[in-house]
């Protein structure tokens, strides 16, 4: 399929950042005005920072890595996505990232979900508050040492919180 295919994409329901299209068969949902997401690993002296918070959509507390959308205001629609890694980083977490090493663009469920995000790996971690996020986020901040970490995952699914796919980063393929 290519851009000149665009003229069959059924536009089904449009939000401020979540459009829902038709093509064909296929119903999927993508990002409206062309909204990117970054997720950012941060690792601090062997302990890895991870956020959990409310989802709506699966109406519970999810454990993540931290992560924000990218020029999802109308004054920042140019943002680069670096800058607004270490933005969302420090928002959510409250460190403060030196570096920010862009690893790539990802896609987290194409089968259903045209957003991609850009997946970073951020260096040099002070920090500088106690984070959880802006706007009422609630967000909730865990430094869990690496060797607990599978461990503390499984205590939190216990628990019924969610586990976002990410984390399977950290558990080797057998």
């Not at 959509?57 to 993540?64: A, D, F, I, S, Y």
């Not at 020029?71 to 933005?87: Q, V």
């Not at 951020?122 to 060797?147: C, F, W």
């Amino acid at each position: 399929m290519s851009a000149a295919d665009d003229a069959d994409i059924e536009i089904m329901w449009e939000g401020r950042f979540i459009t829902a299209k038709r093509e064909g068969k296929w119903e999927y949902v993508s990002r409206s005005r062309g909204i990117k997401a970054a997720v950012i690993l941060a690792i601090d002296e062997g302990h890895v920072l991870l956020v959990e918070q409310y989802r709506v959509p699966l109406g519970k507390n999810c454990l993540e890595l931290p992560a924000g959308l990218v020029g999802d205001h109308d004054h920042n629609g140019d943002e680069d996505a670096s800058l607004a890694a270490i933005r969302e980083l420090e928002e959510e977490t409250g460190y403060r990232a030196e570096t920010m090493k862009d690893c790539g663009e990802y896609y987290s469920s194409p089968g259903m979900v045209s957003e991609s995000f850009s997946f970073f790996k951020a260096g040099g971690l002070t920090k500088v508050s106690e984070g959880g996020g802006v706007d009422g986020e609630n967000i909730t901040v865990h430094r869990v040492a690496l060797p607990e970490l599978a461990n503390f995952i499984e205590q939190k699914r216990r628990k019924g919180v969610g586990i976002d796919v990410k984390l399977l980063l950290f558990f080797p393929a057998h």
